[in-house]
């Protein structure tokens, strides 16, 4: 093993401890941290955050990627080290233009933002974030100038997320699904509706933790490498791959949605812990292809977990930890988790018209970006879209425009791989089925492990070693495309309400 190779992977340990330290601040800004604590973080935040900078931008670490670039130095790399080393580079020739100045700017900007997008959701005033969100979207901006100067703007950002990915390729899949969507929805909408009624009633919050270990567990979750806590929103942290974190939102009025948000984090959380061991927290453990890690997500959350197979094994326990659920039949709570409603919040949201809430924030977003429309019309054009899609208005702005988090932290153009990951979703749905047979048996002979496994293979043990297309390619053998997800919605509610 070479000297400079020895020293690469010395830099890329200490920036995993940076990393590390940074997402434990972050996860305790965002869990446990007092009101009074905020200040103090945020200024540890930054102190990371630019250490980190400073050492990723670092000319020592130029050096040393061009050395190892050179063919003599990358011929004795493995395949492993060569993609760490080629993705290192990328990443930094772009981090190298941005200015100290201008970075440490957007973390300060994102530290308060995000902390303004709480107020401003529990007091329901958009008028506390839209400052905030100005910044935001102007720090992108010049980020982007620096990073991306020689691409459009909102494809830099989906880029960022999705590798390889762009609006050109995203309005197509994306026009694909909503034409074949929309008249769906019409139909079932004006189908009759299962009764809820057993629904509407208090939950115990403890009792609900108690599912979500059940859930946890039953999918796979490795509980000697991860653990959970509470947020406002749901999200998993990917410390180390031997401590991933997944958080929930637990409400007294609804229990059925915190089971869907252990089920949908614990599936991020499971790709994770079974990337393959030997890339560890090198450039290729993890996944930071959105779209991909989103459809592992949602294919447990909503390929597997809104079948009902999939609770026949464990709907007796859930009873037990759930007493509220005692007089609820396994055929009652399959209705309620597959009715289609339309509804103002995105998380809440069924498999079917969820689709629509991300067209709506992707159209958002390009106006934004594309059309300038100012902050202070946004939350007009969230409403006229709800209207046009689902044909509901927000009553005010924390069921509307100030839901999602996502915008607080400048994460523009991570929204579409929710529904990118869906499209794959019903692509992989049908390439599992092809090598294992349907998945309903499976699912209700409790052999929820054979799924996993299959995943793992085809797709959590790669890690980042793949982008999205080549993904497809290789579980799929075809590009993106929505229609085996319209079939899996048109054969599932055709049945569910007899359409």
Known sequence: MSAKLDRLKEIDAQLTKFSTISELLYWDMRTIMPDGGFDAHSDAMDYIETESFRLSTSDELYKLLQDLSEPGEWDQLDDMWKFNVKTMREEQERRRRIPEEVFRRAVAISTASERAWEEAKEASD?????????????????????????????????????????????????????????????????????????????????????????????????????????????????????????????????????????????????????VDPRYGATPAGGCDYLGIHESQSRFLENILGRNINFWKPIYADVQKLQPEFADVSLEEFAAEINHVRASMIRTAADEVTYCLHVILRYEVEKAIFREG???????????????????????????????????????????????????????????????????????AEGRIGEIRAWLTDKIHRHGNTRRPKEVLAAVCGREATAEPLLRYFRKKYSEYYHL
């Open 126 to 274: 958009f008028s506390i974030f839209a400052p905030h969100l100005e910044k935001q979207i102007e720090i992108t901006k010049e980020i982007k100038s620096y990073t991306h100067p020689d691409m459009e703007i909102y494809d830099s950002l989906l880029d960022d997320y999705e590798k390889g990915m762009d609006s050109a390729t995203v309005d197509r899949i994306f026009s694909e699904l909503r034409d074949g969507l929309i008249p769906l929805v019409h139909e079932i909408l004006a189908a009759k509706q299962p009764d809820d009624s057993k629904f509407n009633r208090k939950y115990d919050i403890e009792a609900e933790k108690k599912v979500q270990k059940l859930l946890l567990t039953y999918i796979g979750f490795d509980w000697s490498r991860g653990t959970t806590a509470e947020s406002e929103h749901p999200f998993t942290l990917d410390l180390v791959p031997t401590d991933v974190r997944v958080t929930n939102h637990f409400r007294e009025d609804n229990a059925i949605d915190p089971m869907f948000s252990a089920i949908h984090e614990g599936g991020h959380a499971i790709f994770e812990q079974n």
């Open 373 to 443: 429309v100012p902050v202070s019309e946004l939350p007009a054009l969230w409403n006229r879209k709800m209207e046009e899609y689902l044909g509901i208005v927000p009553a005010n702005d924390a069921e509307g425009i100030l839901q999602d988090m996502h915008w607080s932290d400048g994460s523009f153009g991570y929204f579409p791989t929710y529904l990118l990951g869906s499209i794959y979703d019903g692509m992989f749905l049908e390439a599992m089925e092809a090598d294992l047979g349907p998945i309903d048996p499976i699912l």
